[in-house]
């Protein structure tokens, strides 16, 4: 089974910008679709951002303008460039494929925190 590993949070001021990386343990990300996860203290997991093998990417509506989800096959890695983070962005982030289905494949998530 594959497996994935988040980097790139951290801590950062209001209006910042971060950059997370999925990297993947064998070549996947051109194969299937890969989504990136969020959740918040105290609330339910929510999709953020969607890129298929093949189309045009998705966002939250809360979102977008802001986060850009992309993909290198080569390094196995997916990435999530958010820009203009906001206190809301505040969340645990998880790089997923699958969806939110039993048989999903999640990385271990990477906290990202935004301060005021």
């Known amino acids: 089974q ?21 990297a993947a343990s064998r070549n996947i990300f051109s194969i299937y679709t890969a989504n990136w996860y969020r959740q ?23 979102v977008k303008g802001r986060f850009t989800i992309s993909r290198n ?14 206190p809301e962005d505040t969340a645990v982030y998880y790089c997923n494929l699958g969806g939110n289905t039993p048989r999903a494949t999640w990385g271990q998530g990477t906290q990202v925190t935004v301060s005021s």
């Open 73 to 86: 096959a080569e390094k196995n890695t997916v990435y999530l460039q958010m820009n203009s983070l906001k």
């Open 40 to 62: 918040a203290p105290g609330q339910e997991r929510e999709l953020v951002a969607t890129i298929p093998s093949r189309g045009t990417t998705n966002y939250a509506d809360s």
């Open 2 to 22: 594959v497996q994935l590993v988040e980097s790139g949070g951290g801590l950062v001021q209001a209006g910042g910008s971060l950059r997370l990386s999925c």
